[in-house]
């Protein structure tokens, strides 16, 4: 695993079936993580509860996890603090991009229609950002939009 750093995650009600399972492949993979997010069908906690309380500590020690329905109000949130490059991925192949090429620091996924997240798993933690140069000027033009 290339990029085997902490992991916080979070999920909210829809998304406890699907947390477990990461955390079982985080757990497979002896990957330390973190859950911050709905332990139970019956807790349901308000995405503004949880992206905060993950975002905030994604650092260059930590990645984080984002789980919701859909997957996209997470992505929203998350994407509203600086620093943070959260990107929703379907398929093994968004998940490789989001790290190689955007330097996404934050996976979310949709609990909905992420039923198997392994491969997903894997390619968000085999890939690495390939350091291109016009990307990196994007990425913190990005950064400069946030406010």
Known sequence: MKNAKKIVIAGDHYAVELVAKIEDYLAQKEIEFENMG????????????????VV???SSEA????????GVGIEIGANRFKGVRASLCVSPRTAENARKYDNANVLCLSAWETNN????LDAWFDSEYDGN?????MLEEFDRWAK
């Open 38 to 53: 709905s332990h139970s069908s019956d807790q349901k906690l308000a995405l503004q509860e949880m992206i905060p309380s």
């Open 133 to 137: 140069t016009k990307r990196l000027e």
């Open 63 to 70: 990645d984080g996890i984002l789980v919701c329905g859909t």
């Open 117 to 120: 997240p392994e491969d997903i």
């Open 56 to 58: 905030n500590k994604v």
